[in-house]
């Protein structure tokens, strides 16, 4: 069975600053992974996705994650922190070889300091 | 119409009742999705249709769970005999079938049982 860690559930930065969530998954194959991110009493809304090809991902207002299959990790990144990044970020992976349901994480809720 | 509509937004119940939840894909997508959201965790898998029938309900907690999908579109998530535990939201998405097509989700219907 699949599995998303994302290592802290909360995080704080300063406006400007980087932002670096990490995300680790458990497969014997590697997975489609995906970022989420979902904002106050709103819908999960996709950031970005990797499938096949490029393992650097550009994704939504600014975010990019890399694919590492050598440390099963998809990193989410974002050089300088906006005040309108304050929400909650769900890493999720769907398997590739059969299902469509996706397996998310436990969440990093980020917090923007100005 | 534009996004995943979920009704309604806000259900409260009794312990013991019975409710409804209805999800209204994006038109078009064939394929449907239910998740659970618990407070402070991510969104955990109950139910995936293609089309009118249950590819993989394998999520669904018990069988006081059940969802029906009659005419490939609209989806009703129903439940009996209410619980407690059953308190959360509960995130509906739809999707194209195909090689890491995005699931849009809609809002989420926040179930509170007292």
């Known amino acids: 069975a699949q599995s998303v860690t994302q290592l802290g559930s909360h995080v704080s930065v300063s406006e400007g600053a980087l932002v670096l969530l990490r995300c680790n998954y458990s497969?014997?194959?590697?997975?489609?992974l995906f970022w989420y991110v979902q904002y106050p009493n709103q819908g999960l809304q996709l950031l970005l996705k990797?499938?096949?090809?490029?393992?650097l991902v550009k994704g939504i207002n600014g975010f990019e994650a890399e694919f590492k299959k050598s440390e099963t990790s998809f990193h989410l990144t974002k050089p300088s922190a906006h005040m309108s990044d304050a929400a909650e970020y769900f890493c999720?992976?769907?398997?590739?070889?059969?299902?469509?349901?996706?397996?998310f994480g436990g969440g990093t809720r980020v917090l923007v300091k100005p | 119409g534009a996004g995943v509509s979920q009704t309604p937004s806000n259900k409260v119940t009794e312990k013991g009742k019975y409710v409804e939840l209805r999800c209204d894909p994006i038109?078009?997508?064939?394929?449907l999705y239910w998740y659970r959201q618990s407070l402070g965790q991510g969104p955990e898998f109950l139910i995936y249709?293609?089309?009118?029938?249950?590819?993989?309900d394998s999520g669904l907690p018990n069988d006081r769970f059940f969802a029906v999908r009659p005419e490939g579109s609209v989806s009703t998530l129903k439940i009996q005999r209410t619980e407690r535990g059953d308190s959360a939201v509960y995130l509906c998405?739809?999707?194209?079938?195909?090689?890491?097509?995005?699931?849009?989700f809609g809002q989420g219907t926040r179930l509170t049982v007292v």
């Open positions: 998405a739809s999707s194209l079938t195909g090689v890491g097509a995005e699931a849009f």
């Open positions: 990797y499938t096949t090809g490029a393992t």
């Open positions: 249709f293609q089309g009118t029938g249950a590819a993989d």
């Open positions: 038109s078009g997508h064939t394929a």
């Open positions: 999720a992976v769907r398997p590739r070889a059969a299902g469509n349901k996706l397996t």
């Open positions: 497969s014997s194959v590697p997975p489609y």
